[in-house]
């Protein structure tokens, strides 16, 4: 039996963990053929999947430095239950979906911040978040493997490429960046992060402050380019919402507003030009209810930021509002999962075609009929904990409100391990 040796990794890895390929039928040493890459695909064991940890307070804050919770009232829980602490404050877990959220009643991190728990992957980016005057941008970079990883992390603007910063991430552990050290007054952040390895688990908490008053906290996570996609976008009581997009290499874009009633184009967005590295924000126009499909020339990522302004009723009589991220999902068939948090669960969906969206609740199955172009959205009674789980290429998302005003989305990750495609070749000097 001779040994192969792994001479690259194409596609990130889903999950900790290594791979070794054993060969009985290679060609015998000596003939041009024993040289031939050969293509293999690797599908690990169940991955582990990474929360974000608590929010901490921003930079310049009361008890700066201290996490949410020990500076204010503030709830940070994990569904399901069932985690270990990586060094740091993130965790892990093994399961097929998980939800992390936090809400804290106080401060300058008042807010309730959500995400869904990911896998570790050697390439993701990040739209979400800012550094002018009042704003905080911390990056969480998670490891779950045994070994440590070297990070790359580029920091996009609006006029592009900003800077790279070079990041180890121990073993069992997560390290956090301070966007706003990096470079200040940056009015759409987005990031880019390559890790050796196993890859990391990247995660960007926006906190938000007008003058003294909290204006909001959420999680902004990882997404992928493509040259089709949908947002949805957290369309709460009409409030303001904007696009961010980013092209990497640059592309040509025409946007489209899926709402109630059918799909109408986006005016002035047709054919948009987006420089290569350089973030846009658009303003979205007002909608009960909306997604935004994007259509591209070249590989696109995009998210959306909904700001809600909260009752002064239950915020105590001072102005104050809320955000909400959401990223794009590309329409392609997949079986996504999450779980579902407390609150006021609402679920949201769209389809460019006529469709019966099912979603597995436990022992239920939640049906919704979506119309081309449309969205629809619906309120769940389901407990908290509850894994939602969908065969689908339809595009959906839960949004979540508290009794305090606040407000969060949270999306499903595909289920289950991702593969990965590795070249091989033999190498008879090989130990």
């Not at 003939?31 to 293999?40: M, R």
């Not at 002018?132 to 490891?143: D, Q, T």
């Not at 959906?396 to 499903?412: C, H, M, Y």
């Amino acid at each position: 039996m001779r040994w192969v040796s792994i001479i690259a990794t194409v596609v990130a890895l889903g999950a900790a963990g290594s791979a070794v390929v054993l060969a009985d039928d290679l060609p015998s040493v000596g003939t041009a053929e024993q040289y031939a890459p050969v293509p293999t695909v690797v599908t690990p064991d169940d991955p582990l999947l990474v929360c974000p940890g608590p929010v901490t307070l921003p930079l310049g804050g009361s008890g700066e430095g201290d996490t949410a919770s020990t500076a204010k009232s503030a709830e940070l829980e994990v569904l399901p239950v069932g985690v270990e602490e990586l060094d740091g404050g993130a965790s892990v877990t093994v399961q097929t979906a998980a939800t992390s959220v936090e809400t804290v009643i106080g401060g300058d991190t008042a807010g309730l911040a959500a995400a869904a728990c990911t896998a570790p992957v050697r390439e993701q980016w990040v739209l979400g978040g800012t550094t002018e005057v009042g704003a905080s941008a911390r990056l969480v970079l998670a490891n779950p493997g045994e070994t440590a990883v070297q990070a790359s992390v580029e920091v996009y603007g609006a006029l592009g490429l900003i800077d790279t910063v070079e990041q180890v991430v121990a073993a069992s552990s997560n390290v956090e960046m301070r966007l706003e050290g990096v470079e200040l007054d940056m009015a759409s952040v987005a990031v880019r992060v390559t890790a050796s390895g196993t890859g990391v688990a990247a995660f960007l908490q926006d906190t938000r402050l007008q003058g003294f008053t909290a204006a909001g906290t959420d999680w902004a996570t990882a997404g992928q380019a493509s040259t089709r996609a949908v947002v949805p976008v957290a369309s709460i009581n009409g409030a303001e919402a904007t696009l961010r997009l980013l092209a990497p290499e640059g592309a040509t874009v025409s946007l489209t507003m899926r709402t109630s009633t059918g799909a109408v184009p986006w005016d002035g967005a047709q054919r948009l030009e987006l420089p290569a590295g350089e973030v846009v924000d658009l303003v979205v126009p007002r909608s009960s209810l909306t997604a935004v499909e994007v259509d591209a020339d070249a590989p696109v990522l995009a998210s959306a930021l909904v700001q809600v302004e909260r009752d002064p009723d239950i915020s105590g009589g001072d102005p104050a509002h809320e955000i909400a991220w959401t990223y794009a999902a590309a329409p392609v068939a997949a079986t996504t999962g999450v779980v579902v948090p407390a609150g006021s669960v609402a679920l949201v969906a769209s389809a460019e075609l006529a469709t019966t969206l099912a979603v597995s609740a436990g022992d239920d199955v939640i049906e919704l009929e979506i119309e081309p172009g449309t969205v629809v959205r619906t309120e769940l009674d389901v407990a908290p904990g509850t894994v939602l789980s969908a065969t689908t290429d339809a595009a959906w998302a839960l949004l979540i409100a508290d009794e305090n005003g606040f407000v969060t989305t949270v999306q499903p990750r595909q289920e289950g391990a991702l593969s990965t495609s590795i070249t091989t070749v033999f190498n008879p000097t090989a130990p």
